[in-house]
């Protein structure tokens, strides 16, 4: 179906970050309509591999709002001082 158009989009986005999250995008608007599965399978893509995508692009906003404000997210030392 789709995945002919979009499989090099996909195969061509394993180290661009940006690219990966305008799927991850894409995903989320389609999963919707489709399901999870039927949407994976259209694009082209394995669960294991949007999933390791989607992790990586959460933890990648985690470091990039601790980065920006370092107090939003406690850290352990932060945490032992909020016990004591």
Known sequence: MLSHLIL????????????????LTAISYLKDQFGIDRTLQLIGLSKQLYHQWALEARLNALIHIQSYAPSAIPNNSNS????K
Do not use: G, M, T, W
């Open 80 to 83: 032992r001082k909020l016990k």
């Open 8 to 23: 090099p989009l996909v195969k061509s986005s394993n180290n661009n970050k940006e690219a990966q999250f305008k799927i």
